[in-house]
């Protein structure tokens, strides 16, 4: 079984390889060199086993306020090339997955569960899923 939460921030970023210089990276990444923002829906999906005491897999509650501290309260409102996870590196949302990831996978081990997907949608046409 899989159980999967949803929330959503909005955030700036501008893609920028700094090891490239700024003709370079206006090549690479055209418009999404210039700093701009998206509304971003972020999918956390976990999985585990039922546990016989409180029938849940996780508790939601707990599983919202992780995703909440690690995550939202650090990207919400926020330049996502300054956020600690964020930093050094090329602020796509292939990488805002894998770094997602990474910060959410010991806590969930903590709760019990374990983390199954991180998904992101971008814009309503662009969606990113990572499986670790
Ligand atoms: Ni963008």
Same mark, same amino acid.
């Given at each position: 079984?899989?159980?999967?939460?949803?929330?959503?921030?909005?955030?700036?970023?501008?893609?920028?390889?700094?090891?490239?210089?700024?003709?370079?990276?206006?090549?690479?990444?055209?418009?999404?060199?210039?700093?701009?923002?998206?509304?971003?829906?972020?999918?956390?999906? &976990?999985?585990?086993?039922?546990?016989?005491?409180?029938?849940?897999?996780?508790?939601?509650?707990?599983?919202?306020?992780?995703?909440?501290?690690?995550?939202?309260?650090?990207?919400?409102?926020?330049?996502?090339?300054? &956020?600690?996870?964020?930093?050094?590196?090329?602020?796509?949302?292939?990488?805002?997955? &894998?770094?997602?990831?990474?910060?959410?996978?010991?806590?969930?081990?903590?709760?019990?569960?374990?983390?199954?997907?991180?998904?992101?949608?971008?814009?309503?046409?662009?969606?990113?899923?990572?499986?670790?």
């Amino acid at each position: 079984m899989y159980i999967t939460r949803r929330e959503r921030f909005s955030a700036a970023h501008k893609l920028e390889n700094t090891h490239l210089n700024t003709k370079e990276n206006k090549q690479l990444f055209d418009k999404c060199n210039n700093l701009h923002g998206h509304n971003y829906e972020l999918f956390v999906t &976990v999985t585990g086993a039922i546990k016989p005491n409180s029938g849940f897999i996780i508790d939601l509650k707990d599983l919202k306020k992780i995703i909440q501290e690690k995550i939202i309260d650090k990207l919400d409102h926020n330049y996502i090339n300054e &956020v600690d996870f964020m930093k050094n590196k090329i602020t796509t949302t292939e990488n805002l997955c &894998v770094q997602i990831w990474g910060e959410l996978k010991e806590p969930i081990k903590l709760l019990g569960a374990k983390l199954y997907k991180i998904k992101i949608t971008e814009t309503e046409n662009n969606s990113f899923e990572y499986y670790g």
